[in-house]
């Protein structure tokens, strides 16, 4: 079942770990909740207080975010973001680094 609004007393930690698909809304807005250390104290009103962001705009991206987690059965941040970096870096590792780990020839 789809939540109809975030819970305020939840920490944005707590959010973002629930459904990954919200950290693209923090990404969007250049928040640095992500790994903060007051994440796991701060909720979505603190975030958006210490940001200078509406709360009530806010609120409804988090939540059009966690819908499309739940759609899409909790897919990975990266995925939810559309972030392909971590496929490129797989890719370019293989081209820069042979199998016995020694660098391709010139």
């Given at each position: 079942?789809?939540?109809?609004?975030?819970?305020?007393?939840?920490?944005?930690?707590?959010?973002?770990?629930?459904?990954?698909?919200?950290?693209?809304?923090?990404?969007?807005?250049?928040?640095?909740?992500?790994?903060?250390?007051?994440?796991i104290?701060?909720?979505?009103?603190d975030?958006?207080?210490?940001?200078?962001?509406?709360?009530?705009?806010?609120?409804?991206?988090?939540?059009?975010?966690v819908?499309?987690?739940?759609?899409?059965?909790?897919?990975?941040?990266?995925?939810?973001?559309?972030?392909?970096?971590?496929?490129?870096?797989?890719?370019r590792?293989?081209?820069?680094i042979?199998?016995?780990?020694?660098?391709?020839?010139?």
């Amino acid at each position: 079942m789809e939540p109809a609004a975030i819970d305020p007393g939840m920490t944005v930690d707590e959010i973002m770990r629930r459904w990954p698909g919200t950290i693209r809304v923090f990404i969007g807005h250049r928040m640095l909740c992500i790994g903060c250390p007051i994440g796991i104290f701060h909720t979505v009103a603190d975030a958006c207080a210490a940001h200078d962001l509406d709360e009530e705009s806010f609120s409804r991206e988090l939540l059009a975010a966690v819908q499309g987690d739940i759609r899409s059965n909790g897919g990975s941040a990266f995925d939810a973001a559309g972030v392909q970096e971590q496929g490129r870096l797989r890719k370019r590792s293989r081209q820069t680094i042979s199998s016995d780990g020694s660098p391709p020839p010139a």
